[in-house]
C-alpha cells in the first residue's frame, strides 16, 4: 500500500515539456513516486493516507543549481560605490571583490557561517526549492574551504534539501601567489584533502581572463576525476575563452553564464550534452547589456537551466522566482524554457536527472502544490507567490 496519494490535482510532470498530463493522482512509496494516474479510470489509489489537491498545480520541486549562497557579512558597500559609478577595479582596489568575502569567511567559524546563511536559503525553500547546489570558493586557503565545504554538508543535515556541494576553490589566485602556484595547492593539497573528508559532489573553475586558463581548467578537470567528482565552469561572462566548448569535451556537466558565447562553443555544448545554466539575476544586479545568446542555444538545441547565482557580491538574491521571471524579461526565454530551466534541465546540469527534477515513477517524491491557474504564471507574477504545499520525499514541509 502507498503511504501517501495526491488526488485531484492538475499535474505537469515537466519531464520534456510544460504540458499537463491527463493524470491527476500521484502516490507516493518508501519517499519516492511510485504510480501516475487518472483517478477516473482507475479510481483512488489506495494508501494510508490522502491529500486532495482540490485542483490545484502540482509541479516538481524547484531546482537551484548555481549559488554562492554560504558566505559571511554583506558587500552592500559595493553595491553603492556601484550605482555611483565605481567599476570593478575601483572597488577592487578599495579592499572589495571576492577578496572581501574571503576575509569575512576566515573570521567566522562553521557554526556562525550556517548561522547567517539559513535565512537565504530558507527564502529558496519557501518558494518550492527542494534541490540546491552551494559553491565553496570564499576561502581560497585549505583551512578556510574546508570550513565553507563543512558548513554546506551540515546545511544538508538541518534542512529538508538535497543540497549537492561543489568545491570552488579556483575562484580567483589570491594576490600573493601566481596561477599556477595556487592551482598546484587546489590540486595537490586541497583536492585530496576534501575528497578524504567526502565534502564535495563537484568542482568547479572561474575560466576568465582575469581568473584561471583553459589549461588549469583541464589540470583541475583531471585531478578532480581521479576523485570521482562531476565537473562543472563558469565561462563567458566577461569575453569569449573558448572555455565552454572546451569544458564540454572534457566532459563537464555545464557550464553557466555564457554572455560571450560564440557558435562554436554552442555546437560543443550540444554535442557533449553540456547544459547552459543562465544566471539572470547577476546580468540584472550588474546591470550588463550583453545578454546570453539565447537564440544561438535553441539553435543548437542546448538545453537550458537557470539559477539565481546568490552570492554577496553580483546577485544577492536568494529568490528562483526572480531568477525564473528575470530569465523571460531579460533573456527571452519562453515560459516553457524558463520552467523546465528550474526543473528537469537544472537538474541535469547537476547530473540528478535520475532522482528529482520532474515527477515520473521512480523518482524522489520531491513535489510542490501551487494555487495558480497554470505554471506560466510562475513567470507572469513577481513576488507574492509561494506554493501551496511542499513534499520532500514524499513528507510534507510546512511552508
Known amino acids: 500500500m502507498n503511504d501517501l496519494v495526491i488526488h485531484n490535482a492538475r499535474l505537469y510532470p515537466m519531464s520534456h515539456n510544460c504540458e499537463r498530463s491527463t493524470a491527476n493522482q500521484i502516490a507516493i512509496l518508501n519517499g519516492k513516486i511510485n504510480e501516475i494516474s487518472d483517478k477516473g479510470k482507475t479510481g483512488l489509489l489506495p494508501a494510508k493516507e ?86 565553496s570558493g570564499y576561502g581560497l586557503n585549505l583551512e578556510n574551504e574546508i570550513k565553507m565545504l563543512r558548513a554546506i554538508r551540515k546545511i544538508n543535515k538541518l534542512l529538508a534539501l ?29 583536492l585530496p584533502n576534501i575528497a578524504a573528508e567526502d565534502l564535495a559532489d563537484a568542482v568547479d573553475i572561474f575560466n576568465e581572463h582575469i581568473a584561471f586558463s583553459n589549461e588549469s581548467m583541464q589540470k583541475l578537470f583531471t585531478a578532480a576525476k581521479k576523485y570521482n567528482l562531476k565537473t ?83 546577485a544577492p538574491i536568494p529568490s528562483i522566482l526572480t531568477a525564473l521571471h528575470l530569465s523571460v524579461h531579460l533573456f527571452n526565454l519562453s515560459p516553457e524554457e524558463a520552467l523546465m530551466g528550474i526543473t528537469l534541465n537544472a537538474a541535469k546540469a547537476l547530473g540528478l536527472d535520475s532522482h528529482c527534477g520532474s515527477l515520473e515513477i521512480g523518482k524522489q517524491a520531491d ?26 520525499k514524499g513528507n510534507a514541509r510546512s511552508n
Not at 178 to 189: A, F, G, H, P
Request: with cysteine.
Open 162 to 190: 538535497n543540497v549537492v556541494s561543489t568545491f570552488l576553490g579556483a575562484h580567483t589566485i589570491p594576490k600573493e601567489l601566481t596561477e599556477q602556484e595556487y592551482l598546484n595547492d587546489v590540486i595537490t593539497n586541497m
Open 232 to 314: 562543472r565552469v563558469h565561462a563567458e561572462q566577461l569575453s569569449n575563452q573558448r572555455a565552454a566548448a572546451f569544458a564540454s569535451e572534457l566532459g563537464a556537466l555545464s557550464a553557466d553564464h555564457l554572455e560571450y558565447l560564440e557558435e562554436h562553443g554552442a555546437k560543443a555544448m550540444a554535442k557533449n550534452k553540456t547544459i547552459a545554466v543562465l544566471l539572470p539575476s547577476a546580468f540584472y544586479f550588474l546591470q550588463e547589456t550583453k545578454k546570453p545568446p539565447i537564440d544561438l542555444l535553441r539553435k543548437h538545441k542546448v538545453a537550458m537551466a537557470v539559477a539565481t547565482d546568490t552570492n554577496p557580491g553580483t
Open 50 to 135: 490522502y491529500y486532495d489537491a482540490e485542483g490545484a498545480c502540482l509541479l516538481p520541486g524547484l531546482v537551484d543549481c548555481h549559488t554562492h549562497i554560504v558566505f559571511s557579512g554583506d558587500r552592500s558597500h559595493e553595491h553603492t560605490m556601484r550605482i555611483t559609478g565605481a567599476s570593478y577595479a575601483d572597488i577592487h582596489a578599495a579592499g572589495g571583490g571576492i577578496h572581501a568575502s574571503v576575509k569575512a569567511v576566515s573570521a567566522v567559524s562553521v557554526d556562525e557561517l550556517i548561522r547567517q546563511s539559513l535565512p537565504r536559503i530558507q527564502n529558496l525553500q519557501s518558494e518550492g526549492v527542494t534541490t540546491i547546489e552551494i559553491k
Open 367 to 392: 513535489m510542490t502544490l501551487w494555487d495558480i491557474p497554470n505554471p506560466d504564471f510562475l513567470c507572469y507574477q513577481l513576488g507574492g507567490i509561494y506554493p501551496k504545499n511542499v513534499w520532500f
